[in-house]
């Protein structure tokens, strides 16, 4: 059950009543009754489910992002070499 974080409303939700989104801040769910924004943080079991957890704000913004399953992380960028004076490149320096 979510219970809504604004302090004059304060209504309780089932899971099934709310629509969670990332919004751009993590996950959200936006309270149906009064619009306010309340964090939320995913678990996935090992048989695949995934479940929902009300979190302070303050907590949702400490939590790392995740990467989905079988991403790997960017690459860094290349530096690119410096022309000389004829136009081809010149190895970097060690």
Do not use: Y
């Not at 004059?8 to 959200?28: F, H, K, T």
């Not at 995740?66 to 960017?74: D, H, I, L, S």
């Amino acid at each position: 059950m979510f219970v809504c974080g604004n302090q004059a409303c304060g209504a309780s939700w089932e899971p099934d009543e709310v629509q969670i989104r990332d919004e751009g801040q993590g996950l959200v769910f936006r309270c149906p009754q009064c619009g306010a924004r309340n964090h939320v943080v995913a678990r996935t079991a090992k048989d695949g489910s995934t479940t929902f957890r009300q979190v302070p704000a303050s907590a949702a913004q400490q939590a790392p992002a995740k990467r989905p399953a079988g991403t790997q992380p960017k690459a860094p960028a290349k530096v690119p070499r410096k022309a000389t004076a004829q136009g081809r490149a010149k190895p970097a320096s060690r």
